[in-house]
């Protein structure tokens, strides 16, 4: 039985470079992969997922209002497995229908991406995979104090971390680097 799985962590905790692998791995076996990803995650290419360590594929981009059931049934019907990266940036209702080509058409839905911004509060498309995927699991990094990274914290043009703006910023490691919850109350004056 296949199932929706939920792969979280916090910035540079290797999720696309492991969405990238596991595509190599079914790929290997022979397996036909629908990689996805956010038309709103334009960094490195509409179309291109790319790892900080410099693996990178080409994969599908989705609009927000796009219909991933529908894309799969029109487009790519003969696919054994789905990787979706920075699938935090997916709307609840993608989420559900990345659930429905699991239960209805058996087969597996990998998601792999950020549970919180850098305010630590859930994105919209990670809240409903918490709330209904069969499989979570967390990938762990680490803070440079050596504690666990949970926080996504932003920074601005100095390095210094903020705590107001939009919750979609796009950057890497030059807007955002990985704390734990200790740290980064510190750098923001509440701790």
Not at 21 to 34: C, D, H
Not at 120 to 138: C, Q
């Amino acid at each position: 039985m296949s199932k929706l799985y939920f792969k979280f962590g916090a910035m540079g905790c290797s999720k696309t470079a492991q969405a990238l692998i596991t595509k190599f791995n079914y790929e290997e076996r022979n397996m036909k992969v629908l990689l996805l990803k956010p038309a709103i995650d334009t960094r490195d290419g509409a179309a291109v997922v790319r790892s900080r360590i410099g693996l990178q594929q080409d994969a599908v981009s989705v609009q927000s209002d796009e219909d991933l059931f529908q894309l799969y049934e029109q487009n790519y019907p003969d696919c054994n497995v789905i990787i979706v990266d920075e699938c935090q940036f997916l709307t609840p209702e993608q989420v559900d229908e990345l659930s429905d080509i699991v239960l209805q058409k058996n087969i597996p839905v990998l998601c792999f991406g950020l549970a919180t911004d850098f305010t630590t509060h859930l994105f919209p498309g990670s809240k409903r995979l918490f709330e209904i995927a069969e499989s979570i699991s967390e990938i762990k990094s680490v803070c440079t104090c050596g504690a666990k990274a949970t926080v996504n914290a932003r920074l601005d043009d100095d390095g210094n971390v903020v705590t107001e703006g939009s919750q979609v910023l796009l950057g890497g490691n030059d807007r955002y680097v990985a704390m734990c919850r200790r740290c980064w109350l510190k750098k923001c004056g509440k701790f």
